[in-house]
């Protein structure tokens, strides 16, 4: 590891400690609407008022209760009847990770680049989740699409950082190789930080463990198979790794040869999920 890396590492990991490094906190939308589906007597009404008050999350949710993973006979036209479609808990965690594409931004243009090609990596991931979730495990769709959402958290606070360090953004390979090591320590501690359930607080340091061990499919492993698939013939080194010593395909019943029919068979449906979330 060159010496440049090392004390960057060292910076960011000494101010987390220090509680110095200050973690991004969610949107004010998303808090709103995670308090709400806390309180155990909140009821819809409720939950759409905090909706609504965000007309672009109210157009996306709208579009959401009308993928064709979740349409039903009716069409959805407004937010009440995408609230009685989608329930409270689904659209907590939908309308989280939907809310979260604003933090993806920044002044300086080369760390805007990095954040929306983030993003846009991480919505794809997502919606291949939600649809390896419905059918190949017994675990939430909306809790799995926000796995793939947050699965890159961590990249955040070491760009925030990158900003503040000029010289750094000019050494791409350094940053590049302090994200990878960071953003998964730090993925963990953003999601404990902002609350959300324990089944996913892991999934930016586990998603990278491909021998990882695990009684039975989880969210880390759906965001592996995910990502694996995103890059699956592109010139990216995850697009060279052998599937075969990933654990993650044998819990969740998939064949390691993504090429295989089974995959063509759920692409449409990959498809839609994708769609939904841009």
Not at 17 to 40: I, N
Not at 240 to 246: A, P, R, W
Request: charged share 25%; aromatic share 4%.
């Amino acid at each position: 590891m060159s010496q440049l890396v090392e004390k960057v590492s060292q910076d960011i990991i000494t101010a987390l400690e220090k509680d110095q490094l200050v973690l991004p906190t969610l949107p004010e939308v998303a808090l709103r609407v995670r308090e709400v589906a806390e309180d155990p007597d909140a009821s819809i009404d409720q939950l759409g008022k905090v909706i609504g008050s965000d007309a672009a999350l109210t157009a996306r949710l709208i579009k959401v209760a009308n993928s064709p993973l979740l349409r039903g006979s009716k069409e959805i036209t407004d937010l009440k009847m995408a609230l009685a479609r989608l329930g409270i808990e689904y659209t907590c965690n939908i309308a989280t990770g939907l809310a979260m594409s604003q933090m993806f931004q920044a002044t300086s243009d080369l760390i805007d680049r990095r954040l929306r090609e983030v993003w846009t990596r991480s919505s794809e991931i997502a919606g291949i989740c939600h649809v390896l979730c419905k059918h190949r495990t017994r675990l939430r769709p909306d809790q799995a699409t926000l796995a793939g959402l947050t699965h890159k958290i961590g990249v955040l606070p070491i760009l925030t950082y990158a900003e503040e360090h000029p010289s750094l953004l000019k050494d791409s390979f350094t940053l590049d190789t302090v994200v990878e090591q960071l953003q998964g320590t730090l993925g963990d501690r953003i999601l404990a930080h902002w609350g959300f359930p324990e089944a996913i607080q892991k999934v930016p340091s586990q998603h990278m463990n491909f021998a990882r061990e695990a009684p039975e499919a989880d969210y880390a492993d759906l965001v592996t198979v995910a990502m694996l698939q995103s890059y699956m013939g592109s010139s990216h080194a995850l697009a060279q790794v052998d599937y075969g010593t990933v654990k993650a395909f044998a819990r969740l019943g998939l064949d390691s040869d993504m090429e295989s029919a089974e995959a063509d068979d759920l692409s449409a449906e990959m498809e839609a999920a994708m769609a939904m979330l841009q």
